[in-house]
């Protein structure tokens, strides 16, 4: 019951006896911080002598009408009337009365006017604060939605709270004036006190409890207290109360269904929240009238089936079909379960008959991972829209208390959300807050009062809403569309809900949440209380609340009875981002061909020389950038090319063919070794950029390089989403080290490793991480291409058959590319390979640091010419090569270690005994190179040399390939550091030791004689 009904009640009881006493002689003063009555008369302030235009207010309102103001006012007016000197009456001027004379007879009673307004403006604002702290948020009325009993101590639950204000019981009747921060008054600019409290009550601690005035924009608090506020804002027409009950009619019909066609199934149904289906759909309805075109959203396990049937529109028979066990799979891959799988729609919005877009974005177990993806794919479709301020693509992510409170993730998504180059412009988060997570309650789940409070970091307004109150819960929705709109700032809806069933529906909630389930037996069905309410306002009638109900009962039956002629699932069905330009309408790539990757020299030379130069006049640039770009001009004139350069080269030549490139991490602009340099800074005025590659031609696609959040799993996530929205784009993450790229794992192994075979979606993201084992220490060395190769689906023990354009066709099926190019040609080849294919997947590149100045680590113009392209391996080119038959041993390597390796051979005068080849695809395994090598040095023995250690790095990945290469006749002897724990030491002499370790056993002819294999 709200508090101030009770207390209400409680005051028009004492209240008459306590005006009797109230007297205007009686003034008030702080006493020790707290404010006391007094019966003394205190000197009348300074400030209060100023205060008279409030008691001129008054006597106007009392001139007025004498019931206008409090009765001491009224017998305080009439007695200065009948006192006044003639001709001063009620029409003359009350400063002139009141200042003059009859103020300074009362200045205590003035000072208590200031005070008592001072009083309840502070009121006004604490329930403005803190009135969600008591708001009647949990349907079961058992829980505290904010973790928390306690009730402020400045909300007015019981009359002697009033004293919290120096307030009592006698001011209840008195007019107020409204301070400008409010617009509880409507059109009335003075309200009584008890009306004051009773609509702050109703507006603060009814069903809805608005957290907002942590936000530190005037106007937008402005903005939510006029949308709360104002009296009588929240009504609905009849009409709009009949939608709400048919949508909840079908999303309540629905689970039903569901539970009893299936009822052993685990569905993660939505029962206890069944007002999430209207909820997004008015989100939805509001956004489409306010322009938005496209709607990507991302959402848990929990009432997915529900949004897909409900919201998206998917057709039932596809959703029914799924339930069939025997139903086998028409696609390749591995799919996955049918509450994770996504859609893609588009229709035409029934309230506003605009067409829309509507997608939900497939996604893993593992809980908030989503979020960013969404936020990656919706950026990706703003900006090919050209829509600069989200006016026509919005997302909109769902979340479960536990995990929204819980995952690190979402704090990482949340702060991308007013970055330059990655904000979305406003995301609604809705939060099906059933106040608990699996089986723990939240007490034992977060520290913070609200599963929301992580949004409180970029000054989102959070609207916890009753769930069980669907007008209310309709209302936040419009009015979070209105903000995102509006603001174009994240928002999020708090659906404070319960969930009826366990965890899913095998699971007992009873063994942990006994009491709580009880209640939840009890509890009312929500759509059996809207259709008794509006039913008793007349809104609708019983009859045609129950055809509503069989009209939907039927839709379900039919569609089921369709669902048993589905043969066979499509998952192809399900994608969340079809690109139908790209494939066949079978889904299958328009070709089969290797696409040609070299350039004109013309092309080179004129990237060349845009990378070596400032295109604007007057730009200032740093001298030691002007020293590099000299030097990249020298490089250019010399046909050279470093691994800078091979980067410039392959983005610049795509852009030209209308490719957009965006590379984003952190640092990247500049980049975290100082060589890249994309984005030039004036030396002399602030704020002033120059990014040279988008002058390289006029009609070239956009190049996005930025700066990224110091997040991996958020920023990876956002990159591969907007990887999703278009085939045309080379989108690059680079970590800053490849170490870190393990903070990502999750998006890694659960979307890009996996991804193709889940949910049948191409995805060609590359990830650029930096790797090498140069003395930094375990942090800074290693971006574990073991991990990477071991979920390499290409099989160790099957030696292909080589058939058509094996290398395409290898590609074509592995699920993603790993590669580790030590030349800059390679480098710029796999990129533009990488776009150019007719597929596309995952690549993953381990990136020099060293090797970015090595003076031998560069290339010729000659090895980016037409006829050129990636080098999968890269042969032996010393004197071994010349006498295949002398050589002793054939060293396999990958990477920088190359360049350590051929220095050394050289050293001891080895090259014609000792073939190093470079492998620089790894994975998929180059089979048929790895093979001709082997055989043109068939005498040779054979080694795999990696500056990793052992239980690092390739090796457990090539050695069983090597093996089936040689047919388990021959043995691959490592060469490397041994078995470590951490990825390398942080001693620079052990370091150095290690090193000149595995080189002298590279290089001893004898190291591996009479051991066995
Ligand atoms: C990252 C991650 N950790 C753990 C789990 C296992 N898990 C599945 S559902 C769930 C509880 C989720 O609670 P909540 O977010 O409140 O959603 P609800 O199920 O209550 O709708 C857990 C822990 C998971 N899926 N993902
Ligand atoms: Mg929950």
Redesign the pocket.
Known sequence: MSHFRALVGVLRVGGSRWLQGSGVGTAWRWAGGRRRCSSEAAPLLPAVAGSSSYVEEMYFAWLEDHTNVHQSWDAYFRSMQASGPSGETGEGRPSTLLQGRALSQAPGMAQKVVEDHLAVHTLIRAYQIRGHHVAQLDPLGILEADLDSFVPSDLITSIDKLGFYGLDESDLDKRFRLPSTTFIGGGETTLPLTEIIRRLEAVYCGHVGVEFMFINNVKQCQWIRQKFETPGIMRFTNAEKRTLLARLVRSTRFEDFLARKWSSEKRFGLEGCEVLIPALKTIIDKSSAAGIESVIMGM???GRLNVLANVIRKDLDQIFCQFDPKLEAADEGSGDVKYHLGMYHERINRETGKDMTLSLMANP???EAVDPVVQGKAKAEQFYRGDAQGKKVMSILIH?????AG?GVVYETIHLSELPSYTTHGTIHVV?N?Q???TTDPRMARSSPYPTDVARVVNAPIFHVNADDPEAVMYVCQVAAEWRSTFNKDVVIDLVCY?RFG?NEMDEPMFTQPLMYKQIRRQEHVLKKYSDKLIGEGVVTLQEFEEEVAKYDKICEEEYASSKDEKILHIRHWLDSPWPDFFTAEGEPRSSSYPPTGLEEEVLLHIGQAASSVPLEGFNVHPGVSRILRGRADLVKSRQVDWALGEYLAFGSLLRDGIHVRLSGQDVERGTFSHRHHVLHDQEVDRHFCVPMNHLWPDQAPYTVCNSSLSEYGVLGFELGFAMASPNALILWEAQFGDFHNTAQCIIDQFISPGQAKWVRNNGIVLLLPHGMEGMGPEHSSARPERFLQMSKDDPDHFPEFVGDFEVQQLCECNWIVVNCSTPANYCHVLRRQILLPFRKPLIIFTPKSLLRHPDARSSFDDLAKDTKFKRLIPDESPASQSPGQVKRLVFCTGKVYYELARERKRLNLEADVAIVRLEQISPFPFDLVRTEVEKYGEAELVWCQEEHKNMGYYDYVRPRFLTVVANKKPIWYVGRDPAAATATGNKSTHLNELKRFMDTAFNLSAFQGRNF
């Not at 479960?400 to 929204?404: H, I, K, L, V, Y």
């Open positions: 848990p396990h929990r177990s593992h809980l479960g208390d536990a995990a929204f995952q099906v059933n608990i997570g699996f969930r965890h």
